[in-house]
Structures are given as C-alpha cells and as structure tokens.
C-alpha cells in the first residue's frame, strides 16, 4: 500500500512562507518520483514541483519558480514544499503525488498515489 500523506498546511498571510511536507506511509520513497499539486475552487488541478528518481531531474511551474523549493530528507522518507513570498492566488488544497516508475511529470496522470491534500490559505 502506497499512501502518501501531507501536512503543514495553513493561513498565512501574504508574503510569508509555508513548509508541507509528504511522508509516504510506511516505506521511504526510493525510486518513485514524487510531485506536488495544487486545486483551487472551480479550477483543474495544477502541477506544483516535482522531482524524478530517474535522472535525479527538479522541476517547477512557472508560477512558482524562484519562490518554491521542493526538496528530500537524506532517509528517503519525508518530501518537502519550502513555499516563500506565499501570494494570494497560491491559496489551494495542496496534494502530494508519488509515482512508483520514477518518472513522474508534471501532468497528474503521471502519478498512481495521491495525499488526501492540506489546505493553504493566503490571506492579503
């Protein structure tokens, strides 16, 4: 059973910083590739950040480059969003997503295991 399961949501407000993190539960995540989303009211759910296992490849939505970091604990357990400058338009539920083949993408579909999600709430 692959679960990933996220925390660290939250309010915030604008300009300030928010870390989640994503623990898949029971096992560490080596050799999945492991991704972040995002959905807002009425909106499609949108890609975050991601990294492969295959290639060791990061990558981010340009929306959120230069203000997110999306990075790994030394143990394989813990997959973290390091999300600063936090605007409003970043106010969404926040899903962590694992792929077990190590590839990943940025589309959802790519992605087999899916968190229940946290809510991150930026306030202006």
């Known amino acids: 059973q692959v679960q990933p399961v996220e925390s660290g949501g939250g309010l915030v407000q604008a300009g300030g910083s928010l870390r989640l993190s994503c623990l898949l539960s029971?096992?560490?995540?080596?050799?999945?590739?492991m991704g972040w989303f995002r959905q807002a009211p009425g909106k499609e759910r949108e890609f975050v950040a991601a990294?492969?296992?295959?290639?060791?490849?990061?990558y981010y939505a340009d929306a959120v480059k230069g203000r997110f970091t999306i990075s790994k604990d030394s143990a394989g357990k813990t997959v973290y969003l390091q999300m600063n400058s936090l605007k409003p338009e970043d106010s969404a539920i926040y899903y962590c997503?694992?792929?077990?083949?190590?590839?990943?993408?940025?589309?959802?579909?790519?992605?087999?295991?899916w968190g229940q999600g946290t809510q991150v709430t930026v306030s202006s």
């Open positions: 997503a694992a792929d077990r083949s190590g590839k990943g993408g940025r589309a959802p579909a790519g992605y087999g295991y």
């Open positions: 029971g096992r560490t995540f080596i050799g999945f590739a």
């Open positions: 990294f492969t296992w295959i290639g060791g490849y990061t």
